[in-house]
C-alpha cells in the first residue's frame, strides 16, 4: 500500500501506512497539523461571510443611491415643468424686465425660480452622499473618491465620513 503525506500546510512528513484491520487512513502527522488546517478553513469561511455581508450593505446602499438620483430627477422635471409652463404663456401674460414684480403671496415666498433651483442642489447633494457611502460600502479608498469628487482623499474623507462607515 502507498504512503500518503500529511495535510499540514507546508508539512510535508510521511505518513504511517494504514492499519491492516481497516478504518480511515490517517490525513495528519499530528494534533497540531490537524489544528492549522482547521484554523485556516475557520479564517476562511470567515472571510466568505464578512465579504457576503459587505455585498448585502453595498445592494442596499446603491438602492438607497438609485432613490436619491430619482429624488433629483423629480425635482428637476419640476423645476423643467414650472419653466415649460412660464414659457407657453402668450407674450402679454409675460412679464416685463422693467415692470414692477407683484408681491408674493401670502405665506409663500417670492423667488420661485431659485427655491426650485436650491431644492435641486439639496436633493444632488443627498444623492452624492449617497454615492459616496455606495462607493465606501463597495471597498472604494477615499483617494479615488475624492478623485471623483475633483479634491483630495483627505478631503472627501472630512467632507463625508460621517455619513458614510
Not at 504512503?3 to 504511517?16: D, M, N, V
Not at 455585498?55 to 446602499?61: G, P, V
Not at 412679464?95 to 439639496?122: C, D, F, I, N, V
Amino acid at each position: 500500500m502507498a504512503r500518503h503525506r500529511c495535510r499540514g500546510p507546508g508539512c510535508y512528513k510521511l505518513l504511517p501506512e494504514a492499519s491492516p484491520k481497516g478504518g480511515r487512513p490517517q490525513l495528519y502527522c499530528s494534533e497540531r497539523c490537524r489544528s492549522r488546517v482547521r484554523r485556516s478553513h475557520d479564517s476562511y469561511v470567515q472571510r466568505v461571510e464578512r465579504k457576503e455581508a459587505r455585498t448585502d450593505t453595498t445592494a442596499e446602499e446603491r438602492h438607497r443611491l438609485r432613490v436619491a438620483a430619482y429624488e433629483v430627477a423629480t425635482v428637476a422635471r419640476r423645476l423643467a415643468a414650472a419653466l415649460d409652463a412660464e414659457a407657453e404663456k402668450p407674450d402679454y401674460e409675460q412679464p416685463a424686465w422693467w415692470a414692477e414684480r407683484p408681491e408674493p403671496e401670502r405665506g409663500r415666498p417670492g423667488a420661485p425660480y431659485t427655491r426650485a433651483a436650491l431644492e435641486l442642489l439639496e436633493a444632488a447633494r443627498q444623492a452624492v452622499a449617497a454615492a459616496v457611502v455606495a462607493d465606501r460600502t463597495a471597498g472604494n479608498a477615499w483617494s479615488e473618491i475624492g478623485k471623483a469628487l475633483g479634491v483630495s482623499g483627505d478631503t472627501a474623507a472630512r467632507r463625508y465620513r460621517s455619513t458614510g462607515r
